[in-house]
């Protein structure tokens, strides 16, 4: 069984003067599901982040996203021919996220990411910056900072539940016992953990992750699976994650999506893309002996 | 006996001393040459004559490499050799009497400030404590809230603002102008010139939201100067050069504080005297300057606050968690350009003169040079800065006793900006982040720690 889209992306162009970065790529990811992005260095994997997240105003292209319903999609051509970022219905919303700037497509659309570098507020506590990752609710229960300047119940109330919910997740990723120390002070595969955790507090909807597995040993790879398996299984968040690393998206990814030099060479489910010779050649380059070699890494 | 590596490591390296002493001399000689070594003057013939003084230039220089000896034969190897000395366990002490002072400083101060003006009273009795109260206490308070209102733009938000003197100077003016012209309270004044200055601070925030660090820096330091262009140039309004006077003073309850028989002495069956007013303004500022500490504490603590410091470590993170970096920079432009307006207002009503001479570029760097040697962030370092800097300026007017060095004709008073970025340079080698560069949390679950300076971004913008 395969599950309805979540978002859409369409013909998605994005050039840079006269670079073309991206080239009509068309793909979707499914609900409930890993799908990976990947691709040889400079294939323009994160220029498709950027786009989708409201980096980067794409040069072409519709993403679309929905929240519930997946019959909503029949608004999409309505709502491309009005001027509006989204269209609501009983049953669900529809947002185009070309339209939106940046910050409106975590607010609204719920699309959370983190970054091939890792951004953590550094000088923050881990505690403070899963805080931070739920500003919008939290704002919003400070009256937009009134209450909360005359420290009213409303507020605190609001910010316990923001702590409880902080403390779950560092929970879960293994850091409660260092909630209090300063983000920057944390070693590597804890900070990319803590990313996670952070893009996962506001409640997203597609967590996209840029190259999750960057820099970790094998063990830590392991439980990178674990987690992201565990957020699919148990939030329901559907995943977006561009990856270099092999042991990763043969393991957990339910769908894959290969770019090469901008333009899209293969999708399809683990199986289908592993044995597609245009992705081994792009890939792994085209001498025979390297397709060998690869081929029996990743089990073939 | 052998001597372990350290010690023979930390032995006085003499002919050494000596070299850095002669360059840190020969240095000396070169800046000093131009500034000290001549003197022009006016001749009888009104002609500009030049006067060498190598007497003066060798004190200076001598100073100099006096200094350099002094630091690389006694200072250093006496902390290196203390660094070696240092014992496992004294770091763990040193931390705990680091925080029973911290956690006793903050009561302390609050209560010294509110007793000081009775302090100086009963020291330098009615005549002498004017001078103490009104331009030590209230100058240093002033500086303080300013220095509390930049850091929130500064200090937390991480957007440099070189040009905070033009809030100072909108809030003065508001309250010069209303007061003058319709004759509104001091207490009515107050809050609308700091929602005028926030006006301003908005509209100042909204050209540089897409700008960074250098960039940011220059245009703020540009609409500073176009305020203060403005009040020279908008003579009608605001009577340029020649400034407003008679500007009215905050009476107590409706009680002015003059010799009438109205007046605050005949009413309460006092004595007359300047210093009631002096005492009452400087509790204005003493509350005013609190509650600036008091909401930024509070806001510190809430989303606002916590964005804007999130700003500060990175703002492509913030977008990416769905904050809008543009509220956050604008909210932190109008708080910081609020209490700007407070302070402005505060300053017209205590001075009871204002003109563009006050709003000068040079008010907007010590502001800033007080938030950055303060720590930026930290609202006791910043206040300690405040009354380091504009204290010791204060205290730097009477150098008499420079006299007993330099000879009778020396005159003190046109050294004092030398002596002053002297003692910035050496805090600054002392301490590059500021006397508290360390960062309180704003929220903790299991135990409150301080995030170490290294973590703790400066902002780029």
């Known amino acids: 069984?395969?599950?309805?889209?979540?978002?859409?992306?369409?013909?998605?162009?994005?050039?840079?003067?006269?670079?073309?970065?991206?080239?009509?790529?068309?793909?979707?990811?499914?609900?409930?599901?890993?799908?990976?992005?990947?691709?040889?260095?400079?294939?323009?994997?994160?220029?498709?982040?950027?786009?989708?997240?409201?980096?980067?105003?794409?040069?072409?292209?519709?993403?679309?996203?929905?929240?519930?319903?997946?019959?909503?999609?029949?608004?999409?051509?309505?709502?491309?021919?009005?001027?509006?970022?989204?269209?609501?219905r009983q049953d669900g919303a529809l947002y185009l996220l070309e339209r939106m700037p940046d910050y409106l497509v975590t607010q609204k659309a719920r699309v959370a990411r983190t970054f091939q570098n890792i951004r953590l507020f550094r000088g923050m506590t881990v505690l403070e910056n899963l805080l931070v990752a739920q500003h919008?609710?939290?704002?919003?229960?400070?009256?937009?900072?009134l209450f909360g300047v005359f420290g009213l119940p409303v507020y605190t109330h609001a910010e316990h539940h923001a702590e409880e919910k902080a403390a779950k997740w560092l929970e879960r990723i293994d850091l409660l016992d260092r909630a209090d120390d300063p983000a920057g002070d944390l070693p590597y595969g804890a900070q990319r953990r803590l990313e996670i955790a952070r893009a996962m507090c506001t409640d997203p909807v597609l967590l996209c992750l840029d190259e999750p597995a960057a820099g970790l040993n094998p063990r830590e790879s392991a439980e990178l699976n674990d987690l992201l398996l565990s957020i699919r299984d148990e939030t329901g968040t559907s995943i977006l994650l561009i990856e270099h690393d092999m042991s990763v998206v043969m393991q957990i990814s339910d769908h894959i999506v290969v770019l090469d030099y901008g333009v899209k060479i293969s999708d399809g489910v683990r199986e289908e893309v592993r044995n597609d010779?245009?992705?081994?050649?792009?890939?792994?380059g085209v001498e025979d002996e390297e397709v060998e070699k690869v081929s029996s890494e990743v089990g073939l | 006996m052998e001597m372990p590596p350290s010690a023979s490591a930390t032995r006085v390296d003499v002919p050494r001393a000596l070299k850095d002493a002669a360059i840190a001399g020969l240095l000396a000689f070169g800046m000093f040459l131009p500034l000290i070594g001549f003197r022009t003057y006016q001749t009888m013939s009104n002609e500009l004559a030049l006067e060498g003084r190598p007497g003066l230039l060798a004190i200076f220089v001598g100073l100099v490499m006096a200094a350099s000896l002094l630091g690389s034969l006694v200072v250093r190897p006496l902390a290196e050799r203390r660094a070696a000395m240092r014992k496992p366990g004294a770091s763990v002490h040193a931390a705990r009497m680091r925080a029973t002072i911290a956690k006793w400083f903050t009561p302390f101060a609050l209560g010294f400030m509110v007793l000081y003006p009775f302090m100086v009273w009963s020291f330098a009795g009615t005549q002498g404590s004017v001078k103490w109260i009104d331009n030590f206490?209230?100058?240093v308070l002033i500086y303080i809230m300013l220095g509390w209102g930049l850091n929130i733009v500064v200090g937390l938000a991480g957007l440099l603002d070189l040009g905070y003197v033009a809030f100072y100077a909108v809030g003065a003016y508001s309250y010069a102008l209303l007061a003058k012209e319709f004759g509104l309270s001091f207490w009515i004044l107050l809050p609308?010139?700091?929602?005028?200055s926030a006006?301003?601070?908005?509209?100042?925030?909204?050209?540089?939201?897409?700008?960074r660090g250098d960039y940011l820096a220059i245009v703020t330091l540009a609409f500073?100067?176009?305020?203060?262009?403005?009040?020279?140039?908008?003579?009608?309004?605001?009577?340029?050069?020649?400034?407003?006077?008679?500007?009215?003073?905050p009476s107590f309850f409706g009680i002015p504080f003059n010799a009438d028989d109205d007046g605050f002495a005949a009413v309460f069956g006092l004595e007359f005297t300047p210093l009631y007013r002096?005492?009452?303004?400087?509790?204005?500022?003493?509350?005013?300057?609190?509650?600036?500490?008091?909401?930024?504490?509070?806001?510190?603590?809430?989303?606002?606050?916590?964005?804007?410091?999130?700003?500060?470590?990175?703002?492509?993170?913030?977008?990416?968690?769905?904050?809008?970096?543009?509220?956050?920079k604008l909210t932190a432009f109008a708080t910081g350009a609020m209490f700007g307006g407070f302070a402005g207002s505060f300053f017209a009503a205590r001075q009871g003169f204002i003109s563009p001479e006050s709003f000068t570029f040079v008010e907007s760097a010590m502001i800033l040079a007080i938030v950055v040697l303060g720590g930026m962030g930290s609202m006791i370092g910043v206040a300690i800065a405040a009354v380091v800097m504009i204290g010791g300026t204060e205290i730097m007017r009477d150098l008499d006793f420079l006299k007993l060095v330099f000879g009778a004709d020396f005159d003190p008073t046109q050294y004092r900006m030398l002596l002053f970025g002297i003692a910035m340079v050496l805090i600054m080698i002392w301490k590059p982040r500021g006397f508290i560069s360390t960062r309180d949390p704003t929220a903790y679950l299991k135990e409150r720690k301080t995030v170490a300076a290294t973590f703790v971004k400066e902002g780029r913008g």
């Open chain 1, 1 to 88: 069984m395969t599950n309805a889209p979540i978002l859409t992306v369409e013909h998605l162009s994005m050039r840079f003067g006269g670079l073309v970065a991206v080239d009509d790529l068309s793909f979707s990811a499914r609900e409930g599901e890993i799908t990976a992005l990947i691709g040889p260095n400079g294939a323009g994997k994160t220029t498709v982040f950027n786009c989708i997240t409201g980096f980067y105003k794409p040069t072409e292209g519709r993403m679309a996203l929905r929240h519930g319903n997946p019959a909503i999609f029949e608004e999409l051509a309505a709502l491309t021919a009005s001027s509006l970022r989204s269209r609501h």
């Open chain 1, 136 to 145: 919008n609710p939290l704002m919003k229960a400070s009256g937009m900072t």
């Open chain 1, 277 to 284: 010779p245009k992705v081994i050649a792009a890939y792994l």
């Open chain 2, 137 to 139: 206490g209230i100058q």
């Open chain 2, 192 to 196: 609308l010139a700091g929602i005028l």
């Open chain 2, 199 to 211: 006006f301003w601070g908005i509209l100042l925030g909204f050209p540089v939201l897409r700008l």
């Open chain 2, 224 to 249: 500073g100067e176009i305020i203060r262009l403005v009040l020279i140039n908008w003579v009608d309004f605001t009577n340029g050069y020649a400034g407003i006077s008679s500007i009215p003073r």
């Open chain 2, 278 to 328: 002096t005492v009452f303004l400087y509790y204005i500022i003493l509350g005013l300057a609190l509650l600036t500490a008091f909401v930024t504490l509070r806001l510190r603590r809430l989303p606002v606050g916590r964005a804007w410091e999130a700003l500060r470590e990175d703002e492509i993170a913030c977008r990416s968690l769905g904050v809008n970096t543009t509220n956050t």
